[in-house]
């Protein structure tokens, strides 16, 4: 049975960071690309972040691009989301899930392609 499990979302103000996790069970994530999306209510989820398997590559949104990093520790079977610099406008429900192939192609940003997905994280960003 596969699970990623997400955790680290909270609250937090304008201008402050936090750490998302998504760790893995029953998945060697070390086979696969992995990818970050966030989601409001009302609102289709939106791609966030993504990292091939070895670590190597990312890509990110336009909207997170230089305040947020993605990385992972395939020993540990992890992947993180580093959140630095966050904005009202980054309060979601934050999703990790894995990509069908273990390098990125031209698919990334779009949800359909990813297999597997955590339960989501709320990242509420208020002062």
């Known amino acids: 049975d596969v699970q990623l499990q997400v955790s680290g979302g909270g609250v937090v103000q304008p201008g402050g960071s936090l750490r998302l996790s998504c760790a893995a069970s029953?998945?060697?994530?070390?086979?696969?690309?992995m990818g970050w999306f966030r989601q409001n209510p009302g609102r289709e989820r939106e791609f966030v972040a993504a990292?091939?398997?070895?670590?190597?590559?990312?890509r990110y949104a336009d909207a997170v691009k230089g305040r947020f990093m993605i990385s992972r520790d395939n020993t540990k079977n992890t992947v993180s989301l580093q959140m630095n610099g966050l904005k009202a406008e980054d309060t979601a429900v934050y999703f990790c899930?894995?990509?069908?192939?273990?390098?990125?192609?031209?698919?990334?940003?779009?949800?359909?392609?990813?297999?597997?997905w955590g339960q989501g994280t709320l990242v509420t960003v208020s002062s």
């Open positions: 899930a894995s990509y069908r192939y273990p390098y990125l192609d031209g698919s990334y940003y779009s949800e359909e392609f990813y297999t597997y």
């Open positions: 029953g998945l060697t994530l070390s086979s696969y690309a």
């Open positions: 990292i091939v398997w070895s670590g190597t590559v990312t």
